[in-house]
């Protein structure tokens, strides 16, 4: 089994899991204004994205163009993975490859202190991505779980299902996992933004000085 493989009442079973729905993550968050760079970047790419419309146009032209921008704007400090091998415990089927990883390490060899995963919606489907985003995040957990000293300990792990143009985002916390009632639309960049930029700072480990939770 691999990550793509779960459904969500496997993994309710297997991981002890309880699913929380229509939950209001994020509240109050500051809107971040893109770059002009990426403004003109999406400019050109989003209706190409659209006009292609498969999940690798809207990955590359998309999803991708937004986290870098985002690793910019945390000067370097931060990772994104794409398309990475992320096996944690392949008896568990914690194992596959992920579409996107933001981690709190800026070491780009290796996949240290993941925070986020990032799941592209199939069909253009969210739900489609629930469970795969679900198990890629207990993967995320662990393996913090397994590293580091306790004051290292990141206190939670996030997750987003997006077709590019709609994102939709979790919050996994011990065995329970919080799924946000609304969705975000591209139009609202700079409220997309602002919610991963939030996850950056909130998640970030003691020692690196991260913000409260709100």
Request: include cysteine; glycine fraction near 6%.
């Amino acid at each position: 089994m691999s990550y793509s493989e779960f459904t969500l009442e496997e993994l309710k079973s297997q991981f002890n899991l309880t699913i929380q729905e229509q939950v209001a993550l994020f509240q109050a968050i500051k809107p971040v204004k893109p770059s002009p760079l990426l403004r003109d970047i999406l400019e050109e790419n989003i209706p190409l994205a659209l006009g292609v419309d498969t999940e690798k146009a809207r990955s590359e032209l998309i999803v991708a163009p937004i986290l870098v921008d985002l690793r910019k704007s945390f000067q370097r400090q931060i990772s994104i993975f794409s398309g990475s091998e992320f096996t944690v415990d392949k008896s568990r089927g914690l194992n596959g490859r992920c579409d996107f990883i933001i981690s709190h390490s800026p070491e780009l060899l290796s996949i240290n202190a993941p925070v986020v995963t990032i799941v592209e919606a199939k069909n253009d489907n969210i739900k489609s991505g629930m469970a795969q985003c679900i198990a890629e995040m207990i993967a995320a957990q662990v393996l913090n779980q397994n590293s580091g000293p306790k004051n290292r300990e990141i206190p939670c792990i996030y997750g987003s299902v997006t077709t590019g143009s709609i994102w939709k985002f979790l919050r996994l916390e011990a065995t329970t996992v919080y799924i946000e009632q609304g969705e975000h639309y591209l139009e609202n960049l700079e409220s997309i933004l602002g919610i991963l930029s939030y996850i950056v700072r909130t998640t970030r480990p003691n020692y690196l000085g991260g913000d409260k939770k709100q």
